[in-house]
T-cell receptor
Framework: GESVGLHLPTLSVQEGDNSIINCAYS??????FIWYKQESGKGPQFIID?????DKRQGQRVTVLLNKTVKHLSLQIAATQPGDSAVYFC?????????????FGTGTLLAVQP | DTGVSQDPRHKITKRGQNVTFRCDPI?????LYWYRQTLGQGPEFLTY????????KSRLLSDRFSAERPKGSFSTLEIQRTEQGDSAMYLC??????????????FGPGTRLLVL
């Protein structure tokens, strides 16, 4: 895979707009997916998860969409606020007893402009 | 606060020294994970425990790294003969046994290691 290094993909949005963050996952055998938010100097914070038998799940202001055909996840944040500014990671888990480790994507920096 | 805790939060050491980090998981969680994160990257899996048993180790976990969870509660991660390339954020996470919604891993704040 590609290494982004220090140059994270960045999404810049205006406060109040909706944000969509995309993620391509690597393994078709993965059956569980999680979105995490990570603020500078902190550990990843759980946002929302989804199992492979679903294609959509909604939380408070957030929606996760799963497209297994193209191995694609997206995170939609409604009415984005300055406090949403952070790096967002998707993570996949193959489960099924094969392994319990999470494999993280590259991350997207969300910058919310007031 | 009943989340995952890690100690210390920051560690600066000289190359060649040994360091040890501690992780206290959420109390009812059976599984405990260690990850490493370098700047601009996502966390990378190192190892995980179910209760006191270490069930999986990444190839990233060289012979200089050792992790323990002696009583199935807190865990320690030791790095011997540290190298500058070990500088990173070391993250601990915990989860319950897989339930109806998969296995959400909850992360601690991390220990940031700088090797001079």
């Amino acid at each position: 895979g590609e290494s982004v290094g220090l140059h994270l993909p960045t999404l810049s949005v205006q406060e109040g707009d909706n944000s969509i963050i995309n993620c391509a996952y690597s393994n078709s055998a993965s059956d569980y997916f999680i979105w995490y938010k990570q603020e500078s100097g902190k550990g990843p914070q759980f946002i929302i998860d989804i199992r492979s038998n679903m294609d959509k799940r909604q939380g408070q202001r957030v929606t996760v969409l799963l497209n297994k055909t193209v191995k694609h996840l997206s995170l939609q944040i409604a009415a984005t606020q300055p406090g949403d500014s952070a790096v967002y990671f998707c993570a996949e888990n193959m489960g099924g007893g094969a392994t319990n480790k999470l494999i993280f994507g590259t991350g997207t920096l969300l910058a919310v402009q007031p | 606060d009943t989340g995952v805790s890690q100690d210390p939060r920051h560690k600066i050491t000289k190359r060649g020294q040994n360091v040890t980090f501690r992780c206290d998981p959420i109390s009812e969680h059976n599984r405990l994970y260690w990850y490493r994160q370098t700047l601009g990257q996502g966390p990378e899996f190192l190892t995980y425990f179910q209760n006191e048993a270490q069930l999986e180790k990444s190839r990233l976990l060289s012979d200089r790294f050792s992790a323990e969870r002696p009583k199935g509660s807190f865990s320690t991660l030791e790095i011997q003969r540290t190298e500058q390339g070990d500088s990173a954020m070391y993250l601990c996470a915990s989860s319950p046994i897989r339930g109806a919604w998969g296995e959400t891993q909850y992360f601690g704040p991390g220990t940031r290691l700088l090797v001079l």
